[in-house]
């Protein structure tokens, strides 16, 4: 395995989590799936839509996000929202996150 696999993999691992987290958050206000791409894409989290579809079905079956079908336009969308359980657990995955970023400020950068 090279150097760049090696890398990317790692990268693809811190990724997912925050993937989860920035959506929680962007759909704090309600967002139907292929905005949501775009806001994500424009934050800095680029993701592919056969990775976030299946996760906004993941995360409204746990009951952290929720959602409704939008008729009123010539194509119905279905528009998410962030729940009350699931701001609770931005929150606190922020919180976690946040830690997580001075934790690693502290330490070494070179020997």
């Known amino acids: 395995m090279s150097e760049d ?16 987290l920035a959506c929680l958050q962007l759909l704090r206000e309600p ?4 905005g949501l791409l775009e806001d994500l894409e424009r934050h800095g989290f ?3 839509a056969n ?3 299946p996760l906004l079905r993941r995360l409204e079956k ?6 409704e079908w939008n ?10 929202r962030t729940s009350a359980a699931g701001a609770a657990l931005a929150d606190r995955l922020t919180a976690e996150w946040r830690a997580v970023a001075d934790a ?3 330490l070494p950068e070179e020997r």
Request: hydrophobic share 25%; aromatic share 14%; glycine share 12%.
């Open 62 to 67: 746990q009951g952290y996000l929720t959602s």
């Open 31 to 34: 967002g139907y799936g292929y």
């Open 71 to 80: 008729t009123d336009e010539t194509r119905p969308r279905k528009f998410y």
């Open 51 to 53: 990775t976030l579809y």
């Open 46 to 48: 680029p993701t592919d």
């Open 5 to 20: 696999d090696a890398l990317s993999g790692h990268l693809q691992e811190i990724r997912r989590g925050t993937v989860v």
């Open 104 to 106: 690693i400020a502290t």
